[in-house]
């Protein structure tokens, strides 16, 4: 092997070992979970409490709240085990451990527009919670909430048609 090959060969594996320091960013995902674990259960402590005293508007509010946290933790989930079984290193758990259905069917395209759906239901979300509560938000605003939720929408349709037009 000549040292231009032995150079190219060394960068080769550099580069593809460099893809292991995303492990420790995955691994810090779990603590963002953690954190929004201790989050959500913020919202139950304060919320249960003062269950048979608020209004059903705020009742509705605080369940979308918890909603709302709970598709984020699933998703911060999806792209933790899917970004890592994608750019670092397959999963190796045995046959025993109960293992996701859906755990290795991620490719990147499909863990994209995951994401992408996702953050368009945790923008619906946020929009219902607005209009829940109409009145404490300025018209100004509130198209504001309206565009940025409608660009959301639209692109996640354009990733998805983008994605189907080059399957095929």
Known sequence: MSLPQQIEHAIERLMYASRWILAPIYAGMGLVLLALSVKFFEELYHFLPHIFEISETDFILTLLTLIDLTLVGSLIVLIMFSGYENFV?????????????????HDYAAMKMKVATSIVAISSIHLLKIFMNINATANDKLLWYVVIHLTLVISALFMGYLDKLTKH
């Open 89 to 105: 290193s397959r999963l190796n758990i045995s046959d025993d451990t109960e293992k996701l259905d859906w755990l290795g069917t």
